[in-house]
């Protein structure tokens, strides 16, 4: 619709999670790292929270990329939202194995062994858990009793929960949970600065020979945005479009202006 105007390859502010356009601002530096940490040094619990559109599915994904496939067994739960033995058996399926048992005991036996298996290979067992505060009470007890057990000294499986800012009230609420939780982190948006280089950052990405917004207008889509990624690339994919239209060759004040005072993006 507007790459060969602009000379993009691909669309620079698509909202999806992909790892080839992740942007590592200071504050994804930071949670990155900490959780890396926390698989690296097996800590057993780590949470990563984060206000929605920050970027928590993307730095999720890039922080499975950094871990090595001969290094740790990685089990991701997307959907949480499940009973307890669905929960297990959700655990069971996303570690690989396909053939999971019907009843909560054999299911804990399966994945001790698993566990175990793992410990003896010199493999970290790894859970993410994103969406995590879609867990209820009854979920979270789970995770707690997976933190609970070690072998040798050592958590057999780390438990990474993401998931929005309530996740953090529901964590400090369970003072057996928060316990085990080793490491803590919030995902804020971004700042100025780092708004000006992800709008830089993503058209590179995506074949820009050059940045098409002025710095008037990336200004604007801060104060609008407020620096949440997901809103900056709604408004920057809209605005490469509505200047298109016109013919423009820069993103200028006046269209992210137009395109608020027309409503068009709410």
């Not at 970290?124 to 707690?144: H, K, M, N, P």
Request: with cysteine.
């Amino acid at each position: 619709m507007y790459l060969e105007h602009w000379g993009f390859r691909k669309f620079p502010f698509e909202n999806v999670p992909d790892p080839d356009f992740f942007y590592l601002s200071k504050t994804h530096e930071e949670a990155l790292s900490r959780l890396i940490y926390a698989a690296k040094m097996r800590k057993g619990g780590a949470m990563l929270s984060g206000d929605i559109g920050c970027g928590k599915t993307t730095l999720t994904k890039v922080y499975i990329q950094k871990l090595s496939v001969e290094q740790f067994d990685i089990g991701l739960i997307i959907n949480p939202k499940l009973e307890p033995l669905e929960f297990l058996q959700e655990v069971l399926y996303q570690l690989g194995m396909t053939d999971v048992p019907d009843s909560k005991g054999g299911c804990l036996h399966l994945l001790n062994e698993k566990m175990t298996q793992n410990v003896e290979a010199h493999k970290e067992t790894l859970l993410i858990v994103d969406e995590a505060q879609a867990l209820d009470e009854s979920g979270f007890e789970e995770v707690r009793l997976l933190l609970n057990s070690q072998v040798n000294g050592r958590f057999p499986i780390n438990v990474v929960l993401v998931g929005q800012p309530e996740l953090r009230g529901k964590i400090k609420d369970m003072e057996q949970l928060e316990q085990r939780i080793a490491i803590k982190y919030h995902l804020t948006p971004f700042d100025q600065d780092d708004t000006a280089r992800y709008i830089t950052f993503r058209q590179e990405k995506a074949g820009g020979a050059k940045n098409v917004f002025t710095p008037e207008a990336i200004e604007k889509i801060y104060e609008i945005t407020e620096g949440v990624p997901r809103k900056i690339n709604n408004l920057c994919d809209l605005s490469l479009l509505i200047a298109r239209s016109k013919n423009g060759k820069m993103v200028d004040p006046q269209i992210i202006e137009d395109i608020m005072s027309d409503g068009a993006l709410l």
